[in-house]
């Protein structure tokens, strides 16, 4: 029940002057479930790599594996792990075509082959579970703000039911509230069913506050794979590949050079919060025993 | 994929082709062109083969490259090569099934079209592999300016060309991630009859209409904000000027034009029937 990558290597436009490695020996294992996060800079080729999870692009070399097949194998029903592994791409409300919302979620069902009523019913529970209003159900796609045709084109990779949701960018060019919003969505769905998600993203602090894993790509391989406390103690590292840890982790570290004993793997506000608190309150009572 | 689709594309190279004025391109592959079409004789293609063979080298443009661009036209250069086969008449007859012959001068036209299609589209797509598009169009302009007398609109269509060429690229790349986002979704793009086929496209129609308005306007929006109101008064940080390898490569292609016509006209040499 899981992803499982070994050695991939991507190059795009081989043999001309375009070339380019996108991927170098990629290694990975996606258990069910997971809520990972894939962090990486414009162009380390985290796009490339989740389009190698459903198999829109064949790896030059190397193998992926989907719950212990091949699928690059002869016969292998790739559109089959399409409607498994739902990959919502970059600014979704791009790909719109349908003339009513609804209409528009129901495509990915009806290419399922499911009836319509089915259909139906599916893209209603998927706009519900994206916090999509039923009021602009009928409403042409192209006629909705950005936030709500981003949740409609979601809403419409929902609807297949898939058992891993890969989510590129998501919250790009959306504002504070409504990205703050999609990610909550997100993480509530995760939790409600048993999906894996995979976000990508090039904010850390997007991601810290949702993922159990971060994955950080950098130069087209993996520079980092663990829990965010063990990548973000990487801090130093990461900022020199022009990433940057939350900014708490910096506060966190601050704090302990200026002699406050606080816990330096913390990496939400909550977490630095409490921290804070407990090493204050702890120096408080030492003060207070030698007085 | 789509990506493999070459017209109309440029390829960075660091070559004197590279380096030519666009003027002179323009200019050489016209007469090029126009050379094409005056041959009689094998021997007029021969000395084609190795005017743009000569040229391919100089241009550090890969082979592979060049043919790949002859792909979109296999069905035009198959068509072509079909009808004259078999409807041209005169000549011996070489074959004859049912109804339909082959003659020697069916056969003799159908090759030199095949051929004359085939180096048409290579050496123009070797001018646009060499030339930036911004450098094409400025060539274009200088070298229609003359109608500006009679107020031909020559900037404006300059501008016109030049942001169509721009734009290939960028709306293949576009058609490329539709088609992924909706294959992701279960599209079927291959299997089905022809009307089927032509269903499964507007998924991928419509949100590409959709992108290439919403571009246009954007651009139209930007080239306002910086104040663009057509070619009057308007001067150029980088004015075309020739060069010696401008004039050397004139002399080249007047040479071979000539050459290439008066062999390929009025001296008869043949091979077989062609």
């Not at chain 1, 070994?6 to 290694?27: F, G, M, R, W």
């Not at chain 1, 993480?187 to 602090?205: C, D, K, N």
């Not at chain 1, 939400?268 to 309150?281: G, Q, R, Y």
């Amino acid at each position: 029940m899981s992803i499982k990558l070994e050695h991939v290597n991507y190059i795009y436009s081989p043999e001309t002057a375009y070339e380019k490695q996108a991927l170098s020996d990629i290694c990975l294992e996606i258990p069910q479930g997971q809520f990972i996060g894939v962090i990486g800079h414009t162009g380390s080729g985290k796009s490339t790599l989740i389009q190698h999870l459903n198999g829109l692009i064949r790896a030059t070399s190397g193998v992926v594996y989907y719950e212990g097949r091949n699928i690059y194998e002869d016969g292998y029903p790739l559109k089959e792990l399409r409607s498994q592994v739902g990959l919502v791409f970059q600014y979704p409300e791009h790909q719109l075509f349908e003339i009513s919302v609804l209409k528009d979620v129901c495509f990915g069902p009806a290419n399922q082959g499911l009836p319509e009523e089915e259909c139906v019913a599916r893209a209603r529970e998927a706009l519900e579970m994206v916090g999509f209003p039923e009021k602009y159900y009928d409403q042409s796609p192209f006629e909705l703000s950005g936030g709500q045709k981003r949740r409609a084109a979601i809403a419409g990779v929902l609807a297949m039911h898939p058992r891993v949701l890969i989510l590129d960018e998501p919250t790009a060019g959306l504002d504070p509230r409504g990205r703050d919003d999609i990610l909550n969505q997100i993480a509530r769905l995760h939790q409600q069913s048993e999906m894996t998600v995979i976000l990508v993203s090039h904010s850390m602090e997007d991601i810290a506050k949702y993922v159990e894993r971060i994955i950080v790509m950098n130069k087209s391989s993996v520079l980092y794979d663990g829990k965010p406390k063990e990548v973000f103690s990487h801090y130093q590292e990461l900022e020199a590949v022009g990433l940057a840890a939350p900014q708490v982790t910096y506060i966190m570290h601050a704090l302990k050079e200026s002699g406050i004993a606080v816990d330096l793997s913390a990496t939400t506000v909550m977490e630095a919060a409490d921290s804070i608190e407990a090493s204050l309150k702890k120096a408080g009572k030492e003060t207070v025993g030698t007085v | 994929m789509i990506r493999d689709i070459t017209i109309g594309q440029y390829y960075p190279a660091n070559s004197i082709v590279h380096r030519l004025d666009p003027r002179v391109k323009i200019m050489c592959t016209l007469f090029y062109l126009i050379s094409l079409f005056l041959f009689k004789s094998v021997l007029g293609y021969a000395i084609a083969l190795l005017f743009l063979s000569f040229c391919i080298r100089l241009s550090k443009v890969p082979f592979k490259f060049i043919v790949k661009g002859l792909k979109p036209i296999i069905m035009l250069l198959m068509i072509t090569v079909i009808f004259n086969l078999f409807l041209t008449v005169g000549g011996d007859t070489l074959i004859q099934i049912w109804k339909l012959r082959v003659t020697t001068e069916g056969l003799r036209t159908a090759v030199f079209m095949a051929v004359r299609l085939i180096f048409l589209i290579m050496g123009s797509s070797l001018m646009t592999f060499t030339t930036t598009p911004n450098a094409l169009t400025d060539g274009i302009e200088k070298l229609l300016a003359p109608l500006n007398i009679v107020k031909a609109p020559v900037h404006e269509v300059a501008m016109m060309m030049s942001i169509a060429l721009r734009f290939i690229p960028i709306l293949l790349e576009e058609t490329d991630k539709i088609m992924k986002a909706q294959i992701a979704r279960g599209a079927d793009l291959e299997s089905g009859n022809i009307i089927q086929k032509a269903k499964s496209m507007i998924p991928i129609l419509v949100p590409l209409f959709v992108s290439a308005f919403r571009r246009a306007s954007d651009l139209a929006m930007a080239m306002e904000a910086r104040c663009y109101h057509g070619g009057e008064g308007r001067t150029k940080m980088k004015p075309l000027v020739y060069r010696k390898r401008d004039a050397a490569a004139y002399a080249i292609t007047l040479v071979y034009t000539v050459t290439a016509v008066l062999v390929g006209r009025y001296v008869s040499f043949h091979i077989w029937i062609f």
